[in-house]
Every structure is written in C-alpha cells, then in structure tokens.
Nanobody
C-alpha cells in the first residue's frame, strides 16, 4: 500500500524560504519512475497545480511560482522536495503532494504554509 506524507510547512515572513518534503512508502521498486506532483489550495480557492517532476528529474512549474520554487527528488530515499524561495502572502495555502504511477495517484494529507507580509 502506497503512503504519502508531506512535511516542512510553517509560518514565515514574505521573502523567506521553506522546503517541503514528500516522503513515499510502499513504492520501493517503482518510485524512481513515478511522477511526483505538488499542488496547493488556498482558502476559498480551487486546488492549483504547483509543479511536477518526472522520474528522470525533469520538472515543470506553474507560471505563478516559476523562478521561485524548485522541485527535486531523491530516488534512493523515496522523497521529493519543494524548495520555496522568496515566498509571497499569495503562496499561503495547504500544500499537497501526490505520486503517480501507471495512472494511479496517491495523495498526502497536506501541510500548511502561511506567509505574512
């Protein structure tokens, strides 16, 4: 059974940085070919895709975070990261990660990020 867990959220001031982690268990043999995605949901808004990273490490980002956020992964450790720099109040949201393999997607419970001005 695949389990996904986010960590690293918190409260910061605008301009500061946070790094979120997405740890996946139950995919020892297939994590390195799975796609990891990060999404976020702000209060009263729809969930938004932040970015994705493929097994080879190629990443794509939403325009709203391009140049500020970086997604990376550590395949032997079954973990992916979302490095968030120069955070803005508009980045305040619950951040979720998911792992996708063969059209099956498993989600974490989310971690709160709050950015104050």
């Amino acid at each position: 059974q695949v389990q996904v867990a986010e960590s690293g959220g918190g409260s910061v001031q605008a301009g500061e940085s946070l790094r979120l982690s997405c740890t996946v268990s139950g995919m020892t043999l297939t994590f390195n070919v799975a796609t990891i995605g990060w999404t976020r949901q702000a209060p009263g808004k729809q969930r938004e895709l932040v970015g994705t990273i493929g097994g080879s490490g190629n990443a794509n980002y939403a325009d709203s975070v391009k140049g500020r956020f970086t997604i990376s992964r550590d395949n032997p450790g079954n973990v992916a990261y979302l490095q968030m720099d120069n955070l803005e109040p508009e980045d305040t949201a619950v951040y979720f990660c998911y792992v996708e393999f063969l059209n099956s997607r498993d989600w974490g419970q989310g971690t709160q990020v709050s950015v104050s001005s």
